[in-house]
């Protein structure tokens, strides 16, 4: 099997946009759950309502992949992810680095899906010399002095940041030194690479911050529809006072029965 220096994937080749690249993954994890359960064929409203887009952009993104599908059949499920699989490059084997294994590294290193989308995690790497050698997910922790030779001997080209904000840039200097070229970083920090080199960036807090807004603005929604509601409440009883009025704008004392 190739490793991942060996090949790089085509998608910029061939001049798929980038906002593509990013759903295709969604569409293979749909297009994986209906395989495991041996549906041959989907429809796009079937498989954009699986991945939550719509069906025109989905039909749209893959043409970029020379796929169209079959009027009236829908699209073949096992080409579909053989063809997504081989543009994103999940077809060979990419060795990745975890650097700083805490809490969160640790649960990367455990986490059971990467073997199955084409990544092999190459080695664990941390700063704290009490790491080297405690085995984590099956695999002993390296210490960071070690850190070029591991991803020249692995011949790695992805790795992933899970340390302290303060260590991140560092870390990812001395990857990018030593030859990767495209790195996932859990660390709360903005890291600064030269061209050429590809950062994901995944912080929670900022994606608790956002969902934070909406509920927020849910919230006030509610409060808005409260306040109508209660403004209609006063407008209806001004109403109906008004219509208990007599001739001189003065409420009888005595209503008619």
Known sequence: MATG?????????????????ARLPLYLRALTALSERSVPTVSSEELAAAAGVNSAKLRKD?????????????YDVEYLVYQISRELGLTQDWPVVIVGIGNLGAALANYGGFASRGFRVAALIDADPAMAGK?????????????????????????????PAGAAQQVCDRLVAAGVTSILNFAPTVLTVPDGVDVRKVDLSIELQILAFHEQRKAGDE?????????????????????RKGPDGDVPAVMPA
């Open 223 to 243: 409060g808005a529809v409260t306040a109508a509601a209660a403004r209609a409440a006063v407008d209806a009883s001004a109403s109906s006072d008004d219509d």
């Open 135 to 163: 085995p984590v997910a099956g695999i002993a922790v390296q210490h960071t002095d070690e850190l070029e030779h591991i991803i020249d001997d692995n011949g790695v080209s992805i790795g992933v940041i899970a340390t």
């Open 62 to 74: 893959f043409s970029y992949l020379g796929s169209y599908g079959t009027r009236g059949v829908g």
């Open 5 to 21: 220096r060996t090949h790089r994937p085509a998608t910029r080749s061939r001049g798929i946009p980038e906002a593509t690249v």
